[in-house]
């Protein structure tokens, strides 16, 4: 493949604590836990991807933007990665690379090296239908998700870094019409141990599980049969405790079988009732040594709390327009959205 530097600017600035924090909000609610928020970075953009690494939160979004804030000493730095102004959803850190995908056809693939600050554009999908929700990575490299192609088939890459190799899956199944992936907060794809776990939404929502390169598909008990409806996020706390939760992004208040739950690695799943259900979800993460109990629930007019694995639940923040969620350790939350970055410190 025929390697393309690109040349990017950046804006590097240390602000003192009391400029970059817009506001300070401490919640103590009855659940033993309070939540001290601050935000600590506010831009024209839309974030729907976070990485951590050695004390720097990176973000990806809109109008090619990619940057990170240090969670240290508060230390930012920006910069975009091509004049096309495209969007980015998904990134995922590889040793001493970030990578990036861009959403729509064309789709670019770009690795960016953070000791020397260059961008390089590894592949390029001009496929029509290619729309890409979600990337992760592996052992051996990077695994990126798009919605399927024109004949309804998985369109999944594979992508080796030590020899610089893109295969996309060959062993594939099929979509059902108007079933796709959420491109909500690169939480739709998903490895744990051995198995590869993928949610789909739309007209159907299932599970998608490839374990030694065979494909087991299962339906889901959640909200779905429109194309704004069904699972958007899925998390899991082992290799068999995991929660899954979506709705309807049109109609973030109902909360009719938004919310599943397995104990048994996603062979089973059943629908968790609750009158606290928070509505509409676009993130789920279980809180870190919290025994699968305790999970953070994002949505784009809440940010929600759970101490008993999603059966009951406390909104800890109303803010509005907030995508995606990590927990950078038991005690410290980032979460970011709308044209902001949001720490929560938990004690």
Not at 132 to 149: M, R
Not at 190 to 212: M, P, T
Not at 242 to 269: C, F, Q, S, V
Request: proline share 2%.
């Amino acid at each position: 493949m025929e390697a393309v530097f690109l040349c990017i600017h950046f804006a590097k600035f240390v602000c003192m604590k009391t400029l970059y924090i817009i506001a300070i909000l401490s919640i103590q609610i009855g659940i033993g836990q309070t939540f001290i928020s601050s935000t600590i970075l506010t831009d024209s953009i839309s974030i729907r991807a976070i990485e951590y690494k050695n004390g720097q939160l990176w973000y990806v979004g809109t109008q090619s933007k990619i940057g990170y804030v240090s969670l240290k000493n508060n230390e930012k730095q920006s910069l975009q990665i091509s004049s096309n102004y495209e969007q980015f959803r998904s990134i995922a850190l590889y040793k001493s690379k970030l990578y990036a995908i861009s959403i729509s056809s064309p789709c670019n693939f770009y690795a960016i090296d953070l000791k020397s600050n260059k961008a390089k554009l590894i592949f390029t999908d001009s496929l029509k239908t290619a729309f890409y929700d979600a990337l992760i990575s592996t052992k051996k490299g990077l695994l990126g998700l798009s919605d399927p192609d024109e004949n309804l088939q998985l369109r999944l890459f594979n992508y080796n870094p030590k020899k610089n190799l893109l295969e996309f899956e060959k062993n594939t199944f099929t979509y059902l019409p108007e079933e796709a992936h959420f491109a909500a907060s690169n939480s739709n794809m998903k490895l744990v141990g051995n198995k590869l776990y993928l949610i789909s939404g739309g007209k159907a929502s299932r599970l998608f599980i490839q374990e030694k390169k065979e494909w087991k598909v299962n339906s889901l008990p959640i909200i779905q049969g429109k194309s704004t409806q069904g699972a958007y996020t899925m998390d899991f706390y082992n290799k068999k405790t995991g929660m899954i939760a979506g709705g309807d992004y049109t109609k973030p208040n109902e909360r009719d079988n938004n919310l599943i739950h397995t104990k048994d690695g996603g062979k089973t799943w059943e629908v968790i009732k609750t009158s606290s259900n928070p509505g509409y979800i676009t993130c789920v993460q279980y809180r870190p040594n919290g025994k699968g109990k305790e999970v953070i629930a994002v949505g784009d007019h809440h940010i929600s709390y759970s101490k008993d694995g999603g059966l009951s639940w406390e909104k800890i923040s109303e803010e509005k327009g907030m995508y995606i969620a990590k927990w950078i350790n038991r005690n410290l939350l980032v979460v970011a959205g709308k044209n902001k970055i949001i720490r929560i410190n938990v004690k």
